[in-house]
């Protein structure tokens, strides 16, 4: 058990413990009253509490730190931060297809189906430095957004939210990430925008030219695209235009060299003139041997006979050798492969000339229809109401950071008070 007593000849008090385990020493008075018997143990004094210089630094900066921000911020952002209503849109790239007829050929497959590239692009665009150039070529952004003053000491002052006048492109293009977000479905590949301004109706002008200018780089870059296409396809066409005149210019050069038009019915005639003269020789032969039968030797007609069968026999053995069958002269069997490869070359060179055709065509009608284009799901909104700045977010953020400042401040301090003692 504690006690606090107050002795006459000193101005201290003293804490003390009384044991009541232990009952051999007398009674001690305190404040005109008697312990119960045991022994009373004194320990350290225990001084008057009183206000410290430190108290007092605590508590001063408590004021500087945490309550003078918050009421100035507090008068501020009630008194003198001005309105902002947001406008808001929601837009999306969207492309047209083709149809089957650009699918049966592969060259033309990048003209059909839907790609995140040209929303890609338009995403970056709606964060660029061209498009705050722009729209501050058409509106005068900067004026619409420094309609409450930055001058100090004048009551439409607002230093805070609004733009100065005299401001940069730099700055102007800073204080645009602060007015206009733009949030970005990847997946789905929409877009929505939320813009902020001090009048309703200069919110929405603004997000509309945001949309005009979004729809005009579409525009430009359908443009763009069905330019490469038509050059990329007119190019192809006129490479397969010199390649199917140089074949034909082959395969005729080919016919007048070797004197011929169809090689492949020519050596159908040839190899029915063999047959022909391969049947003869035989009759000839067979007519031979009977008259050889009949007849004596040294009769003329065996002579005869006998000429008329190496007549055929030279005959056949000229034109085998023209087929290529015997000898090693330019043999026609040669002739009618190398004829046979300048006309498959020909008639690829055909088949690639209407594929190369067929993909001009195409793209140049591709080219007379708007295939990309900005398909808006909420066109921008006239605001009715200020949203902005959210004051009381604004007043819990300031608090917050000022009281969690402050006390790391004194815990600081105290830490390194304690180290010194």
């Known amino acids: 058990?504690?006690?606090?007593?107050?002795?006459?000849?000193?101005?201290?008090?003293?804490?003390?413990?009384?044991?009541?385990?232990?009952?051999?020493?007398?009674?001690?008075?305190?404040?005109?009253?008697?312990?119960?018997?045991?022994?009373?143990?004194?320990?350290?004094?225990?001084?008057?509490?009183?206000?410290?210089?430190?108290?007092?630094?605590?508590?001063?900066?408590?004021?500087?730190?945490?309550?003078?921000?918050?009421?100035?911020?507090?008068?501020?952002?009630?008194?003198?931060?001005?309105?902002?209503?947001?406008?808001?849109?929601?837009?999306?790239?969207?492309?047209?297809?083709?149809?089957?007829?650009?699918?049966?050929?592969?060259?033309?497959?990048?003209?059909?189906?839907?790609?995140?590239?040209?929303?890609?692009?338009?995403?970056?665009?709606?964060?660029?430095?061209?498009?705050?150039?722009?729209v501050e070529a058409d509106l005068d952004l900067s004026a619409l957004w420094s309609k409450p003053g930055t001058d100090l000491f004048r009551g439409e002052t607002d230093p805070v939210f609004a733009f100065p006048k005299d401001g940069t492109s730099e700055a102007l293009h800073l204080y645009w990430?602060?007015?206009?977000?733009?949030?970005?479905?990847?997946?789905?590949?929409?877009?929505?925008?939320?813009?902020?301004?001090?009048?309703?109706?200069?919110?929405?002008?603004?997000?509309?030219?945001?949309?005009?200018?979004?729809?005009?780089?579409?525009?430009?870059?359908?443009?763009?695209?069905?330019?490469d296409a038509i050059r990329d396809a007119a190019r192809a066409l006129e490479a397969a235009e010199t390649r199917l005149r140089l074949a034909r210019t082959q395969v005729t050069a080919f016919r007048n060299s070797h004197q011929l038009v169809d090689p492949a019915a020519d050596i159908q005639a040839r190899a029915g003139l063999l047959g022909n003269l391969q049947g003869q020789l035989a009759e000839a032969l067979i007519a031979l041997d009977l008259l050889r039968d009949a007849t004596r030797a040294g009769d003329p007609r065996l002579e005869q006979g006998a000429r008329r069968v190496a007549v055929i026999e030279d005959r056949i053995a000229?034109?085998?050798?023209?087929?290529?069958?015997?000898?090693?002269?330019?043999a026609f069997a040669s002739v009618v492969g190398q004829f046979e490869v300048l006309m498959a070359d020909r008639d690829f060179a055909e088949a690639a000339y209407t594929a190369a055709r067929t993909t001009y065509d195409l793209a140049q009608a591709e080219a007379q229809r708007q295939s990309r284009y900005l398909a808006a799901w909420q066109d921008p909104t006239l605001p009715e109401s200020a949203e902005y700045p959210r004051r009381a977010r604004w007043l819990a953020g300031i608090a917050g950071f000022a009281l969690l400042f402050w006390g790391l401040a004194v815990l600081s301090v105290y830490a390194a008070l304690d180290r010194r003692g």
Not at 187 to 203: C, E, H, W
Not at 318 to 330: H, V, Y
């Open 1 to 134: 058990m504690c006690f606090a007593a107050k002795f006459p000849h000193k101005k201290k008090f003293y804490v003390m413990t009384h044991l009541n385990a232990i009952t051999t020493d007398p009674a001690v008075p305190f404040h005109g009253t008697t312990l119960p018997p045991g022994p009373v143990i004194a320990h350290w004094p225990a001084t008057r509490a009183r206000w410290a210089w430190r108290h007092m630094a605590v508590g001063l900066s408590f004021v500087l730190c945490v309550l003078l921000p918050v009421c100035g911020s507090a008068w501020y952002l009630w008194a003198r931060a001005a309105d902002q209503y947001a406008s808001e849109a929601g837009f999306a790239v969207r492309r047209e297809e083709t149809g089957a007829a650009v699918e049966m050929l592969g060259g033309l497959a990048g003209l059909s189906g839907v790609s995140s590239r040209d929303t890609d692009i338009l995403y970056e665009y709606l964060s660029s430095r061209r498009l705050v150039a722009e």
């Open 177 to 227: 990430s602060r007015c206009v977000q733009v949030a970005y479905d990847s997946r789905a590949g929409l877009i929505s925008l939320r813009v902020t301004a001090f009048d309703p109706k200069d919110a929405q002008a603004i997000a509309q030219a945001i949309v005009r200018r979004a729809t005009a780089l579409i525009n430009e870059l359908s443009d763009v695209a069905r330019k």
């Open 318 to 330: 000229a034109e085998r050798a023209k087929l290529g069958l015997e000898g090693d002269g330019d």
